[in-house]
């Protein structure tokens, strides 16, 4: 019986995406290989690898040498320069697109300051945003990497006779590889399913041709294989990064000792690193913030906080179901695997995983085709919108709860069993009140990334039914950027949340 609720949550995640194949295979072999060989679908497939590649480049220019200041060197204010790091996660990539596109223009800030700017478009500005807000993820991978390693690796690295140069590449480097390819993989799966950065900045890739293809054309056959051919493409950073860490053994052979790494001291390069330090908090924190009041200033919000109200009535009334609908998921799945490891349990908690790493776009895709084909009541409801935010963020909700499942002893279970409680009951009783963080930790995560989120509400709202990021992305779209700049604010102050509760959940020491 206890795997019942987790088989049936796997193929709940499934069999979305068996309708989506279902949908493409509609059309017939001649006119389904035309569209795989389409000039169009090679155009986007180029675009999309293009986006890909620059963000994980830019990305990795700023997060390495930022993490590296901060866990190894004695760059002044380092806890401060931590915190503004992981800040740029509170302003989503459409926000931060939104904050770009403000400069440039005739109707532009650098326009009305004096210093006109021709606005950002395309590649460029796509990349900019997205890098903007997506850097902390390698960040936070590498510096938590820097901070647990073993500095008598480096120690006799150099009493060997190597230049600090050579142990950096040879010793180092290789040392925080997997923090490296764990951050790129995670900012790669992003830069794919991004939808709202790449539409704003009118960067045709395959999520924003997917939901013009939906929206603009009477078959929607096409649309249902470009997301398959972007499902497809998630697959591969997953499968590289399997790839290339399968034989990476980074394992000390000693017991070692834990010992407290000494800072490297800066000297001339100082200055530097302090003017690097500040263009980066600038760029993705300071222009953001300063974009919203400026429009703010230019045009009082007050007349608009009615709406703002609304819409975030609207974004908690899909948020907060979702955010519960995920944690009474997570439980049976990650009670079992924690309970009962096998590589059945394994497989059962990998396809929890599934909407996580499928693009959004695709996953809300597969359940309008599912919706229509099954059960059409569902079809642009509210409840299919929190159906899809909680299979969206389900991985979010299993972690927090498995981390405090594994501190819960068997023995509370069996003791309440032997005094005749039942299975259910001795759970309740013994082990509930010790995953008592664990499942807030998964509400306010679930919650806050549902209240941020844009192409699945995009494309499964009901008609009418506005939140947060699409009035954000409905008015940007429409260049009425002091129109939008109320409701972009209210997700920067929520979005604070998530990022304040992480750095807590995650346990960074900020050093």
Do not use: C
């Not at 109200?309 to 948020?319: D, E, L, M």
């Not at 929190?386 to 509370?412: E, K, Q, T």
Request: proline residues 6%; positive net charge.
């Amino acid at each position: 019986m206890l795997f019942v609720p987790p088989l049936l949550i796997g193929l709940a995640m499934v069999l979305p995406m068996f309708y989506l194949v279902v949908r493409a295979l509609e059309a017939d072999p001649a006119q389904l290989i035309e569209m795989v060989w389409r000039l169009r679908t090679w155009h986007l497939l180029r675009n999309t690898l293009a986006l890909t590649a620059s963000v994980v480049a830019v990305t990795t220019v700023i997060a390495i040498p930022l993490a590296w200041l901060v866990a190894r060197t004695d760059l002044p204010g380092r806890r401060a320069v931590t915190i503004f790091a992981v800040m740029p996660l509170a302003i989503p990539g459409y926000v931060m697109a939104h904050a770009l596109l403000s400069i440039g223009g005739m109707n532009g800030i650098g326009a009305a300051l004096g210093y006109p700017l021709a606005r950002l478009s395309g590649l460029t500005g796509a990349t900019l945003a997205l890098s903007l807000y997506a850097f902390p993820y390698l960040f936070l991978n590498v510096r938590s990497t820097l901070l647990g390693l073993d500095p008598g690796t480096e120690e006799s690295a150099r009493s060997l006779g190597y230049r600090p140069r050579a142990v950096f590449f040879r010793v180092i480097l290789p040392m925080i590889y997997p923090g490296i390819m764990a951050g790129w993989l995670i900012i790669a799966l992003y830069t794919l399913g991004d939808f709202g950065a790449v539409a704003l900045m009118r960067y045709e890739v395959f999520s924003f041709a997917i939901y013009t293809q939906y929206s603009g054309a009477f078959d929607r056959t096409y649309a249902a294989v470009l997301a398959l051919m972007l499902l497809l493409l998630t697959t591969m950073p997953l499968v590289l990064e399997m790839r290339l860490l399968r034989h990476h053994n980074l394992a000390r052979v000693g017991s070692g000792v834990s010992r407290r790494t000494t800072a490297i001291p800066l000297r001339r390069w100082k200055i530097p690193a302090l003017v690097f330090v500040g263009l980066v908090v600038l760029a993705s924190v300071g222009l953001p913030l300063f974009t919203l009041l400026y429009w703010m200033s230019l045009r009082a919000p007050w007349d608009q906080i009615a709406r703002v109200v609304q819409y975030f009535s609207n974004s908690v009334s899909a948020a907060a179901p979702a955010a519960l609908l995920a944690v009474v998921t997570a439980l049976p799945v990650a009670y079992l695997r924690v309970r009962y490891p096998s590589r059945s349990t394994l497989a059962i908690e990998r396809v929890a995983y599934v909407g996580y790493a499928v693009p959004p776009l695709a996953l809300a895709l597969a359940l309008v085709f599912f919706s229509l084909r099954l059960v059409p009541v569902l079809y642009q409801s509210l409840t299919l919108l929190i159906a899809a935010y909680a299979m969206n963020f389900l991985a979010l909700a299993i972690g927090p709860i498995r981390s405090s499942l594994l501190l819960a002893p068997r023995r509370l279970e069996e003791a309440a069993r032997s005094l005749g409680r039942r299975p259910v009951e001795a759970f309740v009783v013994t082990v509930l009140p010790v995953l008592k963080e664990g499942i807030v930790a998964s509400l306010t995560l679930v919650f806050v990334m549902a209240m941020k989120e844009l192409p699945i509400a995009f494309l499964l709202a009901p008609t009418g039914f506005t939140t947060l990021s699409v009035a954000v992305f409905s008015r940007t779209s429409e260049a009425m950027l002091a129109e939008a700049a109320p409701y972009a604010a209210a997700i920067v102050i929520l979005s604070s949340m998530f990022v304040g509760f992480m750095l807590r959940y995650e346990g960074q020491e900020i050093a």
